[in-house]
């Protein structure tokens, strides 16, 4: 449910940047005052959380090459039509589907709740010991370097916080790879958020189905079974999962908007659009896409013609590892057109920003203000 009314102000600094950005050609020439109307304006009739809010609820999770994230694809490029735009187009590309089955995880006959990681295999029915090492770095296999040979892996997700301050931080599947590498069957991760939630993820890292089934459960569920393992040892555990995986079609939808002056100078735009399948990624990135599609939305109706041209990328197969946007700059790179890009502006988050960065290699296309 989005209940804010207001953009946040980072999002209307970036509309207003890419306001600025497209019409610079007109700031030059002494006409600015049409890309601060614009700015001004989309504040005042922004529909950036209406779109969320519609987006999030009428489709919700929006995995890439499964019908939701088809769906969501479908939205966008319905709505850059509805808003105006001619030139509204799809950049399929194939990718590795993978869409969730069931899961049942169970130790010495109990069953806790679990989620298997994206990219995990299709069919597993594994029954083993389950064994924990701690984070599962490097370190924690010094000891015993055949601890989780033949067994099932439980390993905390984030650091312990017992841990020496030295331990390194690692991402999941470097520890899975760890954990793989030293023999083990399948793998489950303790999410280190408290409470029983579960969390979702791209299990290997890349758009790729790992070796051995692997599963998230709850911190506290998690804890308590580390306890139990740490005075006993070993316990036994099973895995039986069902997911669908195979070769599925994704689209980056692509709306471009012609320069007047200057159409062969480009500006991107772009969020990911597509999300994981256990939330509704209204965060990560629905914030991000609807912000795009707002701010292209205020193009149209606001009937801007910039002297640049402006393309609005919604990327897909992103959280699977950037599969849309590689798909998008190679297929540039083999048109030869990506010299055509004077600047990106990339949107991830956006109510929740880590910072602001602009890339771009246009000497003579410097934002207002700067030298
Ligand atoms: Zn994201």
């Given amino acids: 449910m989005i209940t ?3 953009l946040p102000l980072q999002c209307r600094l970036a509309l207003f940047l890419a306001a600025t950005i497209a019409s610079i050609g007109h700031a030059a020439s002494g006409s600015s005052t049409r890309s601060l109307d614009l700015g001004l304006a989309t504040q005042k009739d922004s529909q950036a959380y209406a779109l969320l809010n519609e ?4 489709i919700g999770p929006r995995m890439s090459a499964t019908e939701k994230g088809a769906e969501a694809e479908s939205f966008v490029y319905e709505k850059l039509r509805q808003f105006g735009f001619r030139n509204v187009r799809y950049e399929p590309f194939q990718m590795a589907s993978w869409k969730r089955g069931s899961i049942d995880v169970t130790v010495e006959g109990r069953s806790i709740p679990a989620a298997a990681m994206v990219y995990t295999p299709a069919h597993a029915d594994l029954s083993a010991e389950i064994v924990e090492v701690g984070n599962g770095t490097a370190a924690d296999y010094a000891q015993d370097y055949d601890k989780v040979r033949d067994r099932i892996a439980l390993v905390y997700m984030g650091t312990l916080p017992e841990s ?17 590498g030293h023999g083990a069957r399948g793998v489950i991760f303790i999410n280190p958020v408290a409470g029983n939630r579960l969390v979702t993820g791209n299990a290997g ?14 911190h506290d569920d998690g804890l308590r079974l580390r306890e139990e393992l740490q005075g006993k040892g070993a316990l ?8 669908t995986v195979g070769v599925g079609t994704a689209r980056n939808v692509i709306a471009t908007l012609p320069g007047t002056r200057k159409p062969g100078q480009i500006i991107v735009l772009g969020a990911h659009l597509d999300s994981l399948d256990l939330a509704t990624g209204a965060v990560d990135n629905g914030s991000g896409a609807m912000w795009v599609l707002d701010v292209a939305r205020a193009f149209a109706v606001h ?12 990327f897909m197969g992103e959280e699977e590892g950037l599969l849309g946007s590689y798909t998008h700059v190679r297929r540039a790179m083999r048109a030869n057109t990506m010299g055509q890009v004077w600047y990106m502006i990339n949107t991830d ?21 700067s030298k």
């Fill in 4 to 6: 804010r009314k207001k």
């Fill in 55 to 58: 987006l999030t609820s009428r």
């Fill in 164 to 180: 020496p301050s030295a331990t390194p931080y690692l991402p999941r599947w470097e520890k899975l790879a760890l954990a793989i």
């Fill in 205 to 218: 890292g890349s758009a790729n189905v790992v070796a051995v089934p692997v599963a998230v459960i709850g």
């Fill in 236 to 243: 036994h555990a099973t895995m039986r999962l069902d997911n």
């Fill in 303 to 314: 009937r801007v013609h910039p002297e640049r041209t402006i393309q609005f990328v919604f």
């Fill in 349 to 369: 988050m956006s109510v929740n920003p880590k910072g602001l960065k602009l890339w771009g290699g246009a000497p003579d296309l410097a934002l207002p203000g």
